[in-house]
């Protein structure tokens, strides 16, 4: 972000201000208007941003983390924010029934991803990897935990 003054102010939303920054300041907007679904947890999937830019994507996956939306997918890959709390419903055994279908989920969880290697393995007949990566301390650990609950219950 950079510092600007104010030279204006209109009424779009409940306020909206102008800011003249200097020139040749690189600026970013960041992508309020974009949401899922007519939620307020912003987009399901970062290729669907308008701006595809480090703020804009720092700014969804802070909209879906605020409402505990902790999965969000950025194409075919799971990027998962740590919590560091219980999330009511999040790995239930009725949501985990809800993924094992024969096509693969576009609502981000790691359930999803599971799914979409277990359809890989019995519909394609083929090896399949997924790929669990992160700091120490980020989840992996439990990560890996949900994708074998949903391996063991899906086969």
Not at 10 to 34: C, F, M, Q, W, Y
Not at 43 to 53: E, G, K, V
Not at 119 to 124: A, E, S, T, V
């Amino acid at each position: 972000w950079k510092d600007g003054s104010l030279i204006c102010e209109s009424e779009v939303r409940e306020k909206k201000a102008l800011v003249a920054i200097g020139p040749g300041d690189e600026t970013h907007l960041r992508n309020t208007d974009e949401f899922s679904d007519g939620s307020m947890a912003g987009l399901d999937n970062l290729t669907n941003l308008t701006h595809l830019h480090e703020p804009a994507v720092l700014n969804c996956l802070q909209l879906r983390f605020d409402v505990d939306k902790i999965y969000t997918f950025t194409g075919s890959i799971l990027l998962a924010v740590n919590p560091f709390k219980q999330i009511r419903g999040l790995y239930s055994e009725a949501k985990l029934q809800s993924f094992i279908t024969p096509t693969v989920s576009d609502e981000p969880h790691v359930f999803a991803t599971s799914n979409a290697a277990y359809r890989g393995i019995c519909d394609k007949q083929s090896s399949q990897t997924v790929l669990i990566s992160g700091e120490s301390g980020a989840g992996k650990t439990e990560t890996t935990r949900f994708v074998m609950m949903f391996l063991a219950k899906a086969g």
